[in-house]
Nanobody, 123 residues
C-alpha cells in the first residue's frame, strides 16, 4: 500500500506561481507507476491535469494547463511535483496527486490518492 501526501497549497495572487509536492510513503515509486495530478472544484468531478510516467520522460498535460503547469518526478526521493505558473482564479481547487499501475493509466485506474491540498487564486 502506498500513502501519498501533498503539500504546498495556499493562497496566491492571479498571475503568480506555486509549487505543489507529493511524497509517497509505505512503498517507493516504481518506475512503472504513473503519477498524476488532479484537481476538484466543489460539486464537480476530479479533473486530470498531468501525468508523468516511467523515468519522467513520458508526460501528459491537459489542455487546461498545458504551457502553464509542469510536472516532474524524483523517484529517488519518492516525490512528484507540480509547478504552476500564470495562475488564474479558475485554477482555484483542491489539488490531488494519485498513482496508477495500470498500462496506459486511464483516469479511472488511479487507485492511490493523497488527501488533497487547497490552492486558492485571488483576482
Amino acid at each position: 500500500q502506498v500513502q501519498l501526501v501533498e503539500s504546498g497549497g495556499g493562497l496566491v495572487q492571479a498571475g503568480g506561481s506555486r509549487r505543489l509536492s507529493c511524497t509517497a510513503s509505505g512503498r517507493t515509486f516504481s518506475p512503472y507507476a504513473a503519477l498524476g495530478w488532479f484537481r476538484q472544484v466543489l460539486g464537480k468531478e476530479h479533473e486530470l491535469l498531468t501525468v508523468v510516467a516511467g523515468s519522467g520522460n513520458n508526460i501528459y498535460y491537459s489542455d487546461s494547463v498545458k504551457g502553464r503547469f509542469t510536472t516532474s518526478r524524483d523517484n529517488a526521493n519518492n516525490t512528484v511535483y507540480l509547478q504552476m505558473s500564470s495562475l488564474k482564479p479558475e485554477d482555484t481547487a483542491v489539488y490531488y496527486c494519485a498513482a496508477s499501475y495500470a498500462p496506459g493509466w486511464p483516469p479511472t485506474s488511479f487507485k492511490y490518492w493523497g488527501q488533497g491540498t487547497q490552492v486558492t487564486v485571488s483576482s
